[in-house]
């Protein structure tokens, strides 16, 4: 099915457009209510993998993640490979998070993120000269270290992956980790090292969201039930291949802290922020002294209060995408979520808002990720099945 729902900005003004751009809804053969597909999506140019953390592929809430590719011929989507844990088990919810890049994917079991007992564990998978996607290896935390939940989130990049804990949401007690991982010619990972918050347990629980990029890592840290801003670490890896803690950027609002990394560019999400806590996406830049200088701030055209525009986020050097709500119809509560598309112009730098990706539902926006000139963006609630769409970006 296609759906033709964005709208376009034209002299300040929101206009319904059938040209502006195309959402695709991708085919999946399951509708079993709160199957959670599209509670993760990656995208890796002309494929895309999506996680369905509630499907009973062995068990009841066990979890699968499907893989889309884009057809020369008919540039229609198509599903070519569903992929489950060897050892799958019920209640693992393999799908949770998950990340993708070229012909490798990484998928995370993890149970409820709160809960400090589970066994949670990250796949890596690889696809071959056939077509055929294996799993090579499953990655596992440190037994002796207290943390909190493994595999809270998955960042792939190349030969090397990130993968956090998410400490004591919960008491607080301790912070949790973050491991990166480096591929070995025989297609295993190693742990290369393990990070630990710089930082005061007072400016963040260490481990909630992560992303690596080239010789980047962003890690976020949040405060949870304290209700006070929360923080980022930013590491860097020297001429040594030793990481090292850079810079701490603080006074983040938000509960689950998004963020997104490509290269020297940041991006954070805070949903809390502004007087109304309408929400806001700032995009900070590294300069050569290795400095993490703000570059600009992003919000709605229109705002509303409680928004939550910036609650998850994504970023390349020509777009940001920003999950938030667009409208609640004169209500108490907000009833429609959309994902909000930013543009920079190559000769000013400036970032302006082009569209609204909205389809009219409110567990539209769940997950989001993009390259190149296509996003996908996954629709997942706990009364219905689970969607996820593909988008074109102008």
């Known amino acids: 099915m296609l759906y033709r729902v964005l709208l376009l900005m034209v002299g300040g003004l929101f206009m319904a457009t059938t040209a502006a751009a195309q959402i695709s ?54 599903e070519t490979a569903r992929l489950v844990a060897e050892d799958c088990r019920a209640g693992t919810f393999f799908g949770r998070s998950l990340d993708l890049d070229g012909d490798r994917a990484v998928i995370a079991a993890a149970g409820e993120f709160f809960s400090l007992t589970v066994p949670n564990a990250a796949y890596v998978f690889e696809r071959d000269s056939t077509g055929t996607w294996q799993q090579m290896d499953k990655l596992r935390p440190d037994p002796n270290v207290q943390e909190g939940g493994f595999a809270s989130a998955v960042s792939l990049d190349g030969d090397q992956l990130l993968v956090t804990a998410s400490g004591d949401a ?20 190693t742990r290369q090292v393990r990070l630990e918050s710089p930082g005061s347990l007072e400016d963040g629980i260490f481990g909630g969201t992560g992303r690596i990029s080239g010789d980047r890592i962003a890690v976020a840290a949040s405060t949870y039930f304290q209700e006070k801003p929360g923080s980022v670490y930013l590491f860097n890896r020297n001429a040594e291949g ?25 991006l954070v999400g805070e949903r809390k922020a502004g ?28 705002a509303y209060a409680l928004g939550a525009f910036g609650s998850l986020v994504s970023l390349s050097e020509e777009h940001v995408l920003a999950a938030g709500y667009d409208e609640q119809l004169q209500m108490d509560f907000n009833i429609d979520r959309v994902v909000f598309l930013f543009g920079r112009d190559p000769d000013t730098g400036q970032w302006t808002q082009r569209r609204i990706v909205d389809i009219g539902e409110v567990a539209f926006g769940a997950s989001i990720d993009h390259d190149g000139r296509y996003a996908v963006i996954g629709q997942a609630g706990d009364n219905e099945p689970g969607a996820a769409y593909v988008v074109w970006l102008p």
Request: charged share 25%; glycine share 14%; aromatic share 12%.
């Open 25 to 78: 809804r991708l085919p999946h053969a399951d509708t079993t209510r709160g199957n959670a597909f599209g509670i993760s999506v990656a995208i890796s140019g002309d494929r895309v993998l999506v996680g369905a953390s509630g499907e009973d592929a062995c068990g009841t809430n066990s979890g699968a993640a499907y893989v889309y590719e884009r057809s020369d011929s008919t540039g229609l989507w198509v």
């Open 170 to 189: 919960t008491d607080g007690a301790y912070g949790g980790g973050a491991y990166i991982f480096a591929r070995q010619s025989n297609g295993l990972w």
């Open 242 to 266: 030793e990481w090292l803690f850079e810079e701490r950027i603080g006074g983040v609002r938000d509960f689950f802290i998004s963020l997104d990394l490509e290269g020297d560019l940041l």
């Open 275 to 302: 007087r109304r806590q309408s929400g806001r996406a700032m995009l900070y830049r590294r300069a050569e002294d290795g400095e993490w200088r703000e570059e600009s701030t992003m919000t709605p055209r229109k």
